[in-house]
């Protein structure tokens, strides 16, 4: 693969469709819409490269009624989008699709599409990857282990520990913890583990953020933050000495906070990011505030990856029900990144 030119100043970025008989290539169906709001706010300017079949995409634009054109994509000599038209690097499918109509044949695709949007990140053709919704069920069908985008991209890139962050505007919430059962939480959240947590968010805000201190607002993990030990300790034997540790160091951390009243006007004004102890103790709050607008963005990486937030929507695939918002957000949210990477 050759190093793209550059002198058009702007990103480029490759972009997965994800599960192929979902919404994802219903969303590159819409790139052009992205395109030309993009050229009306030029800080939001990138070279998109979709990742994915040629064929199976302009098949769901028919069927979705939507023109588009499509030019062939060369790693070898990688040229800037014209307006209004998508560049795809193709890849073969194994198995033909219908929408809504998973097929385990067609993960070693999905899995391919991955890996060559992670390879052209390595190698300086792409400056970040934007991932649409995979089927983890589907390609773990097909005898491949696959817990999810996050796990698979550190695996690739030999990263021993990555932070999901989902940002919209306003609000950017990181976890301790992700895909775990309730019961499992406390046990996973050690002094070590969160210590690694912290000392990344806060690294990744400065890099890839442009944040110069970042302010941390840190959730306690039991109800009022353990009410001084009353409601369990973990409070008191592991949070609250990670974050007195972290802060004398230099980083700027708050905690740990009932995450009750963390969400709430007296705090985020003052938060460039809260880390929620698990999934669903901060994430119905973002996703309330930003339906439609929410971007998962994985720390952590030597490389940039934002995606939608949000599943493969299989039972309105190829109907034109799918908003795109969430595919904007996150090809946005990847161009400011790259920008401030390159500085």
């Given at each position: 693969?050759?190093?793209?030119?550059?002198?058009?100043?702007?990103?480029?970025?490759?972009?997965?469709?994800?599960?192929?008989?979902?919404?994802?290539?219903?969303?590159?169906?819409?790139?052009?819409?992205?395109?030309?709001?993009?050229?009306?706010?030029?800080?939001?300017?990138?070279?998109?490269?979709?990742?994915?079949?040629?064929?199976?995409?302009?098949?769901?634009?028919?069927?979705?009624?939507?023109?588009?054109?499509?030019?062939?994509?060369?790693?070898?000599?990688?040229?800037?989008?014209?307006?209004?038209?998508?560049?795809?690097?193709?890849?073969?499918?194994?198995?033909?699709?219908?929408?809504?109509?998973?097929?385990?044949?067609?993960?070693?695709?999905?899995?391919?599409?991955?890996?060559?949007?992670?390879?052209?990140?390595?190698?300086?053709?792409?400056?970040?990857?934007?991932?649409?919704?995979?089927?983890?069920?589907?390609?773990?069908?097909?005898?491949?282990?696959?817990?999810?985008?996050?796990?698979?991209?550190?695996?690739?890139?030999?990263?021993?520990?990555?932070?999901?962050?989902?940002?919209?505007?306003?609000?950017?919430?990181?976890?301790?913890?992700?895909?775990?059962?309730?019961?499992?939480?406390?046990?996973?959240?050690?002094?070590?583990?969160?210590?690694?947590?912290?000392?990344?968010?806060?690294?990744?805000?400065r890099r890839k953020f442009g944040i110069q201190q970042p302010r941390i607002k840190v959730c306690g993990l039991?109800?009022?933050?353990?009410?001084?030990?009353?409601?369990?300790?973990?409070?008191?034997?592991?949070?609250?000495?990670?974050?007195?540790?972290?802060?004398?160091?230099?980083?700027?951390?708050?905690?740990?906070?009932?995450?009750?009243?963390?969400?709430?006007?007296?705090?985020?004004?003052?938060?460039?990011?809260?880390?929620?102890?698990?999934?669903?103790?901060?994430?119905?709050?973002?996703?309330?505030?930003?339906?439609?607008?929410?971007?998962?963005?994985?720390?952590?990486?030597?490389?940039?990856?934002?995606?939608?937030?949000?599943?493969?929507?299989?039972?309105?695939?190829?109907?034109?029900?799918?908003?795109?918002?969430?595919?904007?957000?996150?090809?946005?949210?990847?161009?400011?990144?790259?920008?401030?990477?390159?500085?």
């Amino acid at each position: 693969m050759s190093k793209r030119d550059s002198s058009n100043n702007r990103p480029w970025l490759a972009i997965t469709p994800g599960e192929p008989a979902g919404i994802g290539p219903d969303l590159i169906a819409d790139l052009p819409l992205a395109q030309d709001e993009a050229e009306a706010s030029p800080s939001a300017c990138a070279n998109l490269v979709v990742i994915g079949n040629a064929e199976l995409i302009q098949q769901r634009c028919q069927t979705l009624g939507r023109a588009i054109t499509l030019v062939p994509f060369d790693p070898e000599d990688p040229q800037p989008h014209l307006p209004g038209h998508v560049q795809v690097w193709d890849q073969p499918l194994a198995a033909a699709v219908s929408p809504g109509v998973t097929n385990p044949e067609n993960a070693s695709y999905v899995i391919n599409c991955l890996d060559r949007a992670i390879e052209g990140c390595q190698s300086g053709l792409f400056d970040g990857l934007i991932t649409g919704p995979v089927h983890k069920g589907v390609i773990n069908q097909a005898g491949m282990a696959f817990t999810g985008h996050t796990e698979y991209l550190a695996q690739q890139t030999d990263t021993e520990q990555v932070v999901m962050m989902l940002a919209t505007e306003g609000l950017r919430v990181a976890l301790a913890t992700t895909h775990l059962p309730l019961r499992d939480v406390p046990d996973a959240i050690t002094q070590a583990s969160l210590s690694k947590t912290l000392t990344i968010v806060d690294a990744e805000l400065r890099r890839k953020f442009g944040i110069q201190q970042p302010r941390i607002k840190v959730c306690g993990l039991n109800p009022h933050a353990g009410e001084g030990g009353y409601l369990g300790r973990e409070e008191i034997d592991v949070i609250i000495p990670v974050l007195e540790h972290l802060n004398a160091q230099g980083l700027n951390l708050d905690g740990p906070l009932p995450a009750d009243t963390t969400f709430t006007p007296n705090h985020l004004p003052e938060a460039d990011a809260v880390v929620a102890m698990y999934h669903d103790q901060g994430l119905p709050v973002l996703k309330h505030i930003g339906f439609h607008r929410a971007v998962n963005i994985t720390l952590g990486l030597p490389i940039i990856r934002t995606s939608v937030d949000h599943g493969t929507a299989l039972n309105i695939a190829g109907s034109g029900q799918a908003h795109p918002g969430g595919l904007f957000e996150a090809i946005r949210q990847a161009v400011a990144m790259a920008r401030t990477c390159a500085k």
